[in-house]
C-alpha cells in the first residue's frame, strides 16, 4: 500500500496507548474489520522520551504531525504490510 492510501484509510482511526516498553511508547488500533491492527511507536531513548506528554485516555491518529514515530500495520496473520518511519 502506498502511503496516501494508508493514510486516507487508517489515518483517522483512534490508537490508544498499550504499553511503555524500552523508551518507547506504543499505541495501538482496536482488531479492525478484516483483521488488521495499527500500531505506533513514539519516543526512542532517554532524551526524547523525557521530554515527551502521553496521555492514556487520549487517543493518537496517524494523521497528527509527528516526530519520531514509527507507524506500521499488521494484517490478521501478524504480517506487517505497511510501515513508515518518521526520524530526525
Known amino acids: 500500500m502506498e502511503d496516501e492510501e494508508v493514510l486516507d484509510k ?4 483512534p490508537l490508544y496507548f498499550s504499553h511503555y516498553y524500552n523508551f518507547l511508547f506504543i499505541f495501538k488500533s482496536r ?3 478484516e483483521g488488521e491492527q495499527i ?3 513514539l519516543g526512542g ?3 526524547k522520551v523525557s521530554a515527551m506528554v502521553v496521555t ?3 487517543p493518537l491518529t496517524l494523521n497528527e504531525d509527528g516526530e519520531e514515530e514509527i507507524a506500521y500495520i499488521k494484517d490478521k496473520d501478524k504480517k506487517t504490510v ?3 518511519e518518521f526520524l530526525s
Not at 487508517?10 to 482511526?13: F, L, Q, S
Request: proline share 0%; net charge negative; charged share 30%.
Open 10 to 13: 487508517y489515518g483517522d482511526v
Open 31 to 33: 482488531i479492525l474489520e
Open 39 to 41: 500500531f505506533l511507536q
Open 45 to 47: 531513548n532517554m532524551e
Open 56 to 58: 492514556a485516555d487520549e
Open 82 to 84: 505497511w510501515k513508515q
